[in-house]
């Protein structure tokens, strides 16, 4: 089986940093997806992790621990607009598709 | 370049009901895959198509189908509407399968 464990949600004030985990089980790993959704959107792609270590795209990184089965997605210079649900999700082997979290709803408070 | 675009936006169908829902990907994908995503929850596999072939098919039951036809747009069929299956239906096209290119959805309500 496969299981995808993220905090269900995070409030954090609009400038600070905030850091969303995501622990997973799974029977392979390819490796780790983020993607942003807004009330009433669709998922857009965030950022991929497939070796060990940080990945930076502007205010947000992600960071990735194969060993651990552990990720983050990272958050800098919070803005009101970044208040969303972040889901992470893995693929098993390069053809399977996405395995999706719950996701972590994350607000920004002014 | 226009993005994943999905028909209809909304849908409201009665138990019992068939629907057909549409997807027409990103120029240039040829894999498109299905999700359907209940409200607080993430988005869950349904199919994947490449090539208009399945390639991978997540745990629904057999009401469930869809196909790929040559010029890439898919449909997503449901029988036997249920309540359950109310919920957004996403279509994505990708590249590369981590990173998955979403329409806008169709809310399906079944009552």
């Known amino acids: 089986g496969q299981s995808l464990e993220q905090p269900s949600e995070v409030t954090a004030v609009e400038g600070a940093i905030v850091q969303i985990n995501c622990t997973y089980q799974?029977?392979?790993?390819?490796?780790l997806s983020w993607y942003q959704q807004h009330d009433g959107g669709a998922p857009t792609f965030l950022s991929y992790n497939a070796l060990d270590g940080l990945e930076e795209t502007g205010r947000f990184s992600s960071f990735l621990s194969r060993s651990d089965s552990y990720g983050y997605l990272l958050l800098q210079e919070l803005q009101m607009k970044d208040s969303a649900s972040y889901f992470c999700?893995?693929?098993?082997?390069?053809?399977?598709?996405?395995?999706f979290g719950k996701g972590t709803r994350l607000s920004v408070i002014a | 370049d226009a993005g994943v675009t999905q028909s209809p936006t909304h849908l409201i169908k009665t138990r019992g009901q068939h629907v057909t829902l549409r997807c027409s990907p990103i120029?240039?994908?040829?894999?498109v895959s299905w999700y359907q995503q209940v409200l607080g929850q993430g988005p869950q596999f349904i199919f994947q198509y490449y090539e208009k072939e399945e390639r991978g098919r997540g745990n629904f039951p057999d009401r469930f189908s869809a196909r790929q036809f040559p010029n890439y747009s898919s449909e997503l069929n449901v029988n036997a509407l249920l309540l359950g299956d109310s919920a957004l239906y996403l279509c994505?096209?990708?590249?590369?399968?981590?990173?998955?290119?979403f329409g806008p959805g169709t809310r399906l309500t079944v009552t």
């Open positions: 120029s240039g994908h040829k894999s």
């Open positions: 799974t029977s392979g790993f390819y490796g």
């Open positions: 994505a096209s990708s590249l590369e399968s981590y990173e998955q290119y």
């Open positions: 999700a893995v693929r098993n082997s390069g053809n399977t598709p996405l395995v």
